[in-house]
């Protein structure tokens, strides 16, 4: 099996960045295993080529007792090729079931947060062609659609909240087996996770079943050939619910939409299902959009007449003068918490909340809340019910209240200033 060299490894990065984009230190994520370890030192030494600090983020779960040890071997490997290296230790409760998909969970938010903190744009996973072939098996398994069966793509947005590094999979045409030799021809060793053997874990299943395939041509360069078209497909859908709704839809600084009703019956089913998801998950704050068949029976209660209003995943649709408008659910809102002067926080994952001339406990706008100290709330009296009980006020130490003021739009999310 060939080895990769930097020769290919820097055309493999040329497809995916012009480094002129690249400003500011990179992270790459690191376990010690075969992948991980390899991108990491492909990386490093396209990162001196360009003069780029590059930074490996290892994450101990303390899952298994050996974690700790191995996050200790993989800081020594760093420390021999003079790449700068954190262990991120997670200090929660340990996950009990569903473990492969919360450690994941866990993984991106302890890097993500890191990234954040250090001003790092961009994070780098060792996803190859076998991982992408088995993603999309295991999502065809769970009868996903387009968006699944696109799998994983080589630039996506950090999948958990608004903010987050860019991730960056530059791997996923190359196979497991190239990066094994990889490390083989560099005399370098690796570490073998455990868990990539125990078959209760549906990943270990779906390559297992790649290994031998009772269908003949069932390959991983197949799948993930597939997986491809099915990239473009979505590339596709997404365009038309994009002039969908530049023409239909208006998206409220307070944090709701409205959408034309006329023009939703109009549209391809699939659009309008992919539309209104889009804006369930906008509103929501929530990072995934709502289940299909949830989904498909709002919409088929949107086309009747007499529609009275209906929640789902968090949001609140009703009908106004011919409009959807799709709100936050109010009582879905649990977030709160204390603000002091100077501080910058995000809001139930829909606002920057910023406290600059008081500080106070942030929570959600009750009826009780507006009603006592609804002289103070002028800018938020004029907007509708539903939405003012969806957004967030600051409890002041002597019993005072103040409300929100028309956001500032600017940025990803609006900002809302107390």
């Given at each position: 099996?060939?080895?990769?060299?930097?020769?290919?490894?820097?055309?493999?990065?040329?497809?995916?960045?012009?480094?002129?984009?690249?400003?500011?230190?990179?992270?790459?994520?690191?376990?010690?295993?075969?992948?991980?370890?390899?991108?990491?030192?492909?990386?490093?030494?396209?990162?001196?080529?360009?003069?780029?600090?590059?930074?490996?983020?290892?994450?101990?779960?303390?899952?298994?007792?050996?974690?700790?040890?191995?996050?200790?071997?993989?800081?020594?490997?760093?420390?021999?090729?003079?790449?700068?290296?954190?262990?991120?230790?997670?200090?929660?409760?340990?996950?009990?079931?569903?473990?492969?998909?919360?450690?994941?969970?866990?993984?991106?938010?302890?890097?993500?947060?890191?990234?954040?903190?250090?001003?790092?744009?961009?994070?780098?996973?060792?996803?190859?062609?076998?991982?992408?072939?088995?993603?999309?098996?295991?999502?065809?398994?769970?009868?996903?659609?387009?968006?699944?069966?696109a799998a994983m793509q080589k630039k996506t947005d950090?999948?958990?909240?608004?903010?987050?590094?860019?991730?960056?999979?530059?791997?996923?045409?190359?196979?497991?087996s190239r990066l094994e030799a990889t490390l083989e021809?560099?005399?370098?060793?690796?570490?073998?996770?455990?868990?990539?053997?125990?078959?209760?874990?549906?990943?270990?299943?779906?390559?297992?079943?790649?290994?031998?395939?009772?269908?003949?041509?069932?390959?991983?360069?197949?799948?993930?050939?597939?997986?491809?078209?099915?990239?473009?497909?979505?590339?596709?859908?997404?365009?038309?619910?994009?002039?969908?709704?530049?023409?239909?839809?208006?998206?409220?600084?307070?944090?709701?939409?409205?959408?034309?009703?006329?023009?939703?019956?109009?549209?391809?089913?699939?659009?309008?299902?992919?539309?209104?998801?889009?804006?369930?998950?906008?509103?929501?704050?929530?990072?995934?959009?709502?289940?299909?068949?949830?989904?498909?029976?709002?919409?088929?209660?949107?086309?009747?007449?007499?529609?009275?209003?209906?929640?789902?995943?968090?949001?609140?649709?009703?009908?106004?003068?011919?409009?959807?408008?799709?709100?936050?659910?109010?009582?879905?809102?649990?977030?709160?918490?204390?603000?002091?002067?100077?501080?910058?926080?995000?809001?139930?994952?829909?606002?920057?909340?910023?406290?600059?001339?008081?500080?106070?406990?942030?929570?959600?706008?009750?009826?009780?809340?507006?009603?006592?100290?609804?002289?103070?709330?002028?800018?938020?009296?004029?907007?509708?019910?539903?939405?003012?009980?969806?957004?967030?006020?600051?409890?002041?130490?002597?019993?005072?209240?103040?409300?929100?003021?028309?956001?500032?739009?600017?940025?990803?999310?609006?900002?809302?200033?107390?």
């Amino acid at each position: 099996m060939t080895a990769i060299d930097q020769t290919e490894f820097s055309r493999i990065m040329e497809d995916i960045f012009d480094p002129a984009d690249l400003s500011g230190p990179l992270a790459v994520a690191v376990s010690g295993g075969a992948d991980s370890l390899c991108l990491t030192l492909l990386l490093s030494d396209w990162c001196k080529e360009l003069d780029i600090q590059l930074i490996a983020l290892t994450v101990d779960h303390g899952l298994r007792p050996e974690a700790r040890e191995e996050a200790r071997q993989v800081a020594d490997w760093m420390a021999e090729a003079g790449i700068d290296h954190h262990i991120l230790t997670y200090q929660g409760s340990k996950p009990e079931n569903s473990i492969q998909d919360q450690a994941r969970q866990i993984r991106y938010e302890l890097m993500g947060k890191w990234c954040e903190s250090h001003q790092v744009g961009t994070l780098f996973l060792a996803h190859h062609q076998d991982d992408q072939a088995e993603t999309l098996l295991i999502r065809l398994a769970r009868g996903s659609g387009v968006d699944g069966l696109a799998a994983m793509q080589k630039k996506t947005d950090f999948p958990f909240g608004h903010s987050g590094p860019l991730l960056c999979r530059p791997l996923l045409d190359i196979t497991k087996s190239r990066l094994e030799a990889t490390l083989e021809a560099r005399g370098h060793d690796w570490i073998n996770d455990p868990s990539n053997k125990n078959e209760s874990f549906l990943r270990v299943q779906a390559r297992a079943f790649l290994n031998n395939p009772a269908i003949d041509g069932m390959t991983s360069q197949r799948l993930a050939d597939t997986a491809q078209h099915m990239q473009r497909v979505k590339g596709l859908l997404d365009s038309l619910i994009d002039d969908a709704a530049r023409k239909s839809v208006r998206i409220n600084d307070w944090g709701y939409a409205e959408v034309n009703l006329a023009d939703l019956r109009q549209l391809h089913q699939e659009i309008a299902l992919r539309l209104l998801s889009r804006l369930i998950k906008t509103v929501s704050g929530e990072n995934y959009g709502p289940r299909f068949h949830k989904l498909e029976n709002l919409y088929e209660n949107l086309l009747l007449d007499g529609f009275a209003g209906q929640t789902l995943s968090g949001t609140l649709a009703d009908m106004k003068d011919g409009h959807i408008r799709i709100c936050r659910e109010p009582a879905a809102i649990e977030e709160a918490f204390d603000l002091s002067v100077g501080q910058k926080r995000i809001w139930d994952n829909r606002f920057v909340v910023s406290a600059q001339t008081a500080e106070g406990r942030l929570t959600r706008i009750t009826a009780d809340i507006y009603h006592a100290h609804k002289t103070q709330g002028l800018e938020i009296a004029v907007i509708p019910e539903m939405v003012r009980f969806g957004l967030p006020c600051m409890m002041l130490q002597n019993g005072g209240v103040i409300f929100p003021k028309k956001p500032d739009a600017l940025g990803d999310l609006p900002v809302l200033i107390f």
